[in-house]
C-alpha cells in the first residue's frame, strides 16, 4: 500500500515543484507577460524579471530545501522531532554578528563584499566552532549533551543580541528586527551563489550517508553494532547541517518553520527512509518557502511582507490538517 | 467521538483567552479618559527631555539651565551633551530619571507607560506629538506655556509658519513626484526607508509643489521593495543623511547606485540628492530650516 503510494506522492511534489517554478516569478505588484521576458535587456520589466524575481525564485529554492534538510539531519541526529536547523543556535550567532554590524555602523558594503551577510557568517561560525570544540573537549560527542549545551549557546547568543538591541539606537533596532524576520528580497543571485555550493556538498554527503542515517534513527547501539562509525558520522552530521543553516541564514536571515515541518510533512507523506526523505525535503522545502514567499510579496500590495511571518501562518494548520488526517487514518 | 471531546476541550481555553483580552480593552479604553493637562510645577523648573525634538525645543526656548537630563540621542544644541544622560526611548532608565528630581518630564506620546509611572510619583508630565508640522508648532507652543515661556514660544511658532507661508509661494517649475529616504545602507538598494502618510517629511513635499509617491501607504515610514519603487516610478529621490556626511560625496553615491535600476525615471534623469543633517530628522525648531532647505533644492531641480 505505501510503496504503490510512493511512486504518485513523488510524482505530485514534482508536479508542485514545477508549477511554483513556473508561476511564482509572474506573480507581483508589476505584471509580467511572456513577451516581457525574452524582450529587450535594460527595459524596467526584464530587469524586475530577471535581475529581481527569478534570482528571487532560485534563493527561495535553495533556501527552503537547505533549511528541510538541516532540520531532517538534526532531527534523525538528536531522534529529536522538536529540532530545528535553529536549535543549536546556529541563527542567535548570525543574528548577533548582524546586531553587531549594525552597532559598529558597518552596513552595506567594505572591499567590495556585503557586510551584514559577512557579519551573519562570521557569528553563525563562531557558534558551530565554539559547540564543535566543546564536543571534541569538554562535554563529549554524547547527543544529549551536545543538545544541551547548543541550547545553553543559542541563549547565551539571544541575550547578547537582546543587550545589543538594548543598546542601540531606535532605527538600528528596527533594523535588526527585520532582519530576524528573514527575507528573499536580492537584487541579482549574490546571496543564492552564497548557499549554493554549500548546498551542493550538503546533498552530497547526505546522500552519501543515507542508510547509516537510517541505522542511527533507530538507535546508536544498533547502528554501532552494524559497523557505521556513530562518533565520526554525528561529528560530520552536525558540521554538514550547520554548514546548510549557517549559509542560508546569512543569506535570508533565520527564516523559521520550514526546517521543522518540511521534513515531518516528508515523513507523513514518504515515510521514514532518508534516501526518500532527502529527495522529498529538496523537492518540497524549496517550493513551500517560494510559494510563501510569492503569497508575502502579494498579499498586502504596499508593501512586501517578509517570508518568516507567513511560513508559520500558512505551514501551521496545514501541517495540522495532515496530521489529523493521518492519525484518522491510522486509527 | 474523539473529535467531539476535542473541540469541547479546545472551546474552553479560548473562552478565557477572549474573555481576559475583552477585560484588557475594557481597561485600556477606560483609561484612555484619564489625559488632561498636567498642573504646572511650582518653585525653580527642573526639566528631564525624553526626545531629540523637545530638547531642541527647551534650548531654543531659553530653557537650556532649567534641562537637567535628556536622552542619549539628544545631540542638539552642544551644550545638550552635557547633560545627564537617561537612555533612550527603549532603554529608560528610571532610576537615573528619579535622581535627577525633576518636576516636569517632557516626552512622546510613545512614552505612555512611562509616563504614568512617573505621574505616579507626583512629577509634572507634558506629552507632546511629533509627527506633523502642526505636531512641532503645538509642542513649541505647549512647552512654552507650560514652562512660562510664551513669548519666546510665540516667536518661534510664528519664524516657522512664515518660513511655512513663503515655501507655499515657491511652485516649482514642475509638480514633482518624489521619493524621500530616510535610510538606506551605503552602496546598498536592500532595506531601504522612505517617509509614508502623516509624516512632517510628507507634508514639506506637498507644501512645495510636489507629490510624494508614497504618500499612498500602510506605515508612516515604509520599508519600500525596488518592485515597489518601480511601480511608483518617482521622478526625483531625495536621500536624507546624517550630520557629518559630505552631500557632494553622497549625492554621487546615490546616483551611482540607483542607476543599476533600468527604468527608474529619476535614475534616468539624473534626479538623485542627498541632504546632509541631523535637523532634517528631528521634527523640532529646526524643521524651518527644513522647509528652507528643501525650497532651494527644488527651485534648483529642472
Redesign the interface.
Known amino acids: 500500500m505505501r510503496i504503490r503510494n510512493t511512486g504518485r506522492t513523488l510524482a505530485l511534489l514534482l508536479l508542485f515543484f514545477v508549477t511554483v517554478l513556473l508561476v511564482a516569478p509572474f506573480l507581483?505588484?508589476?505584471a509580467i507577460r511572456f513577451s516581457d521576458i525574452f524582450g529587450t535587456e535594460?527595459?524596467?520589466r526584464?530587469?524586475?524579471f530577471w535581475t529581481?524575481r527569478v534570482p528571487r525564485l532560485v534563493l527561495g529554492l535553495l533556501a527552503g530545501a537547505s533549511l528541510a534538510l538541516a532540520g531532517l539531519t538534526f532531527q534523525t541526529l538528536f531522534r529529536n522531532p522538536l529540532a530545528t536547523p535553529f536549535t543549536l543556535g546556529v541563527s542567535s550567532g548570525a543574528a548577533f554578528g548582524v546586531a553587531a554590524a549594525v552597532l559598529l555602523g558597518l552596513?552595506?558594503?567594505l572591499l567590495g563584499l556585503?557586510v551584514?551577510p559577512v557579519f551573519a557568517l562570521a557569528g553563525a561560525g563562531l557558534v558551530v566552532y565554539i559547540l564543535y570544540r566543546l564536543a571534541r573537549t569538554g562535554v563529549g560527542l554524547s547527543t544529549l549533551h551536545l543538545l544541551l549545551a547548543g541550547v545553553a549557546l543559542s541563549y547565551f547568543f539571544s541575550s547578547l543580541l537582546l543587550f545589543a538591541?538594548?543598546?542601540a539606537?531606535?532605527?538600528q533596532?528596527f533594523?535588526m528586527v527585520?532582519w530576524l524576520m528573514g527575507r528573499l528580497?536580492?537584487?541579482g543571485y549574490g546571496p543564492a551563489l552564497m548557499i549554493l555550493p554549500a548546498f551542493i556538498f550538503g546533498v552530497l554527503i547526505l546522500a552519501a550517508n543515507r542508510r547509516e542515517l537510517d541505522l542511527l534513527l533507530t538507535g546508536e547501539e544498533i547502528a554501532r553494532s552494524r559497523g557505521v562509525p556513530v562518533d565520526r558520522l554525528r561529528k560530520n552530521l552536525y558540521l554538514v547541517a550547520s554548514l546548510l543553516t549557517a549559509t542560508t541564514v546569512a543569506a535570508c536571515g533565520p527564516i523559521g518553520f520550514v526546517g521543522l515541518v518540511v521534513p515531518h510533512i516528508v515523513r507523513l507523506l514518504l515515510g521514514v527512509t532518508h534516501g526518500r526523505l532527502i529527495v522529498g525535503c529538496v523537492l518540497l522545502g524549496g517550493p513551500f518557502l517560494v510559494a510563501c514567499d510569492a503569497i508575502a510579496?502579494n498579499v498586502?500590495p504596499?508593501?512586501?511582507l517578509p517570508v518568516g511571518i507567513v511560513t508559520a501562518l500558512l505551514g501551521g494548520p496545514f501541517f495540522l490538517w495532515l496530521l489529523v488526517k493521518r492519525q484518522k487514518g491510522e486509527a | 467521538m474523539k473529535e467531539l471531546l476535542l473541540t469541547r476541550r479546545c472551546w474552553s481555553p479560548l473562552v478565557s483567552v477572549a474573555a481576559t483580552v475583552g477585560v484588557i480593552v475594557l481597561l485600556l479604553a477606560g483609561c484612555e479618559g484619564a489625559k488632561e493637562a498636567p498642573p504646572i510645577p511650582e518653585g525653580a523648573l527642573r526639566i528631564l527631555s525624553l526626545s531629540p525634538n523637545t530638547t531642541e525645543i527647551l534650548f531654543r526656548l531659553g530653557l537650556g539651565d532649567e534641562v537637567v537630563g535628556v536622552t542619549d540621542f539628544c545631540r542638539y544644541p552642544p551644550e545638550a551633551l552635557e547633560k545627564a544622560k537617561v537612555g533612550g526611548l527603549l532603554n529608560p532608565n528610571l532610576e537615573a530619571m528619579f535622581a535627577l528630581e525633576p518636576n516636569l518630564v517632557v516626552l512622546l506620546p510613545a512614552h505612555e507607560v512611562l509616563a504614568r509611572k512617573l505621574q505616579s510619583q507626583k512629577i509634572a508630565v507634558l506629552a507632546v506629538p511629533n509627527d506633523t508640522m502642526a505636531d512641532v508648532l503645538e509642542s513649541i507652543e505647549s512647552i512654552g506655556r507650560i514652562a512660562g515661556r510664551s513669548e519666546r514660544a510665540a516667536a518661534l511658532a510664528d519664524s516657522i509658519r512664515s518660513a511655512i507661508e513663503s515655501a507655499k509661494k515657491m511652485k516649482p517649475t514642475q509638480p514633482w513626484r518624489v521619493m524621500i529616504v530616510v535610510d538606506r545602507p551605503r552602496r546598498g538598494l536592500a532595506g531601504i526607508f522612505v517617509a509614508g502618510p502623516g509624516t512632517y517629511l510628507d507634508e514639506v513635499v506637498q507644501l512645495i509643489g510636489g507629490t510624494n509617491v508614497f504618500g499612498q501607504s500602510l506605515a508612516r515610514y515604509p520599508e519600500a521593495g525596488i518592485e515597489e519603487i518601480l511601480f511608483r516610478n518617482p521622478q526625483v529621490i531625495i536621500e536624507l543623511r546624517p550630520s557629518g556626511v559630505d552631500p557632494v560625496e553622497a549625492t554621487e553615491e546615490a546616483r551611482i547606485v540607483w542607476r543599476r535600476i533600468p527604468g527608474l525615471s529619476a535614475a534616468e534623469s539624473g534626479r538623485i540628492y542627498a541632504l546632509a543633517g541631523d535637523h532634517l530628522v528631528v521634527p523640532g525648531p529646526r524643521i524651518g530650516r527644513t522647509i528652507e532647505e528643501f525650497s532651494a533644492l527644488f527651485g534648483e531641480i529642472r
Open positions: 507581483g505588484r508589476e535594460g527595459t524596467t526584464f530587469f524586475i529581481l552596513e552595506g558594503y556585503e551584514t538591541q538594548y543598546m539606537d531606535f532605527t533596532t533594523r527585520h528580497e536580492t537584487i510579496r498586502v504596499e508593501t512586501e
